[in-house]
């Protein structure tokens, strides 16, 4: 595609529920990021990927936020049991990597809102 | 301390005017620095990179860095109403892929 697509655009859950967050990176990108932006804050790291392999997941606030990309293309991040804390853009990134040089390309996020 | 500081703002300068936006970094082995611009509602895009001292040139966008007093800054020269958004700073440091982002400095430029 021509850009990083995600989906959906806005998602509302009640505290408790699960909810599961889809990033279509730019085609052939090998590399994934998850970021979480609060409101007036910049965006937050919370895992990466290379191809299919999570290399880095050190900013995964808890155990109950999961991620994947098992074809080493789509991710999807799971959020169990959210909480009201959760609130949150979450961004999504890819990037061709040159060195350690990230020019990182960013989709649209998905909002949430658990209530 | 949070690793990349920037003030908040918010940042006001007439249309015409330089603005000039500055952020500093704790990690001493960061190695890449990049400005982002975000609309309000938007994703962050990316406007500049640098890598090495001195002075970047892109238009009327000018990138600074100085790694000794860990200092990075965003000059826009001619700075027009569209320019008006949040502007990130996001610093890359030794192996790590992710960028470490500041929170942002909010600019308005006036008409």
């Known amino acids: 595609g021509a850009g990083v697509s995600q989906s959906p655009r806005y998602k509302v859950a009640k505290r408790g529920q699960d909810v599961a967050l889809r990033c279509d990176p730019i085609?052939?990108?090998?590399?994934l990021f998850w970021y979480q932006q609060a409101l007036g804050q910049g965006p937050e790291f919370l895992t990466y990927?290379?191809?299919?392999?999570?290399?880095?997941k050190s900013g995964l606030p808890s155990d109950r936020f999961f991620a994947e990309r098992p074809e080493g293309s789509v991710s999807t991040l799971k959020i169990q049991r959210t909480q009201q804390e959760d609130s949150a853009v979450y961004l999504c990134?890819?990037?061709?990597?040159?060195?350690?040089?990230?020019?990182?390309?960013f989709g649209s996020g998905t909002q949430l809102s658990v209530l | 301390q949070k690793e990349v500081e920037q003030n908040s703002g918010p940042l006001s300068v007439p249309e015409g005017a330089i603005a000039s936006l500055n952020c500093t970094y704790s990690d001493r082995v960061s190695q890449s620095f990049f400005w982002y611009r975000q609309y309000s509602g938007k994703s962050p895009e990316l406007i500049m990179s640098?890598?090495?001292?001195g002075d970047k040139e892109d238009g009327r966008f000018t990138a600074q860095l100085n790694k000794a007093s860990q200092y990075v800054s965003l000059l826009i020269r001619d700075s027009q109403p569209s320019d008006s958004a949040t502007y990130l700073c996001?610093?890359?440091?030794?192996?790590?892929?992710?960028?470490?982002f500041g929170s942002g400095t909010q600019l308005t430029v006036l008409p």
């Open positions: 640098i890598y090495s001292n």
């Open positions: 990927f290379q191809n299919e392999a999570q290399l880095d």
């Open positions: 990134a890819s990037s061709l990597p040159t060195g350690t040089n990230e020019k990182l390309f």
């Open positions: 085609s052939g990108h090998v590399s």
């Open positions: 996001a610093v890359a440091s030794g192996s790590a892929r992710q960028l470490t």
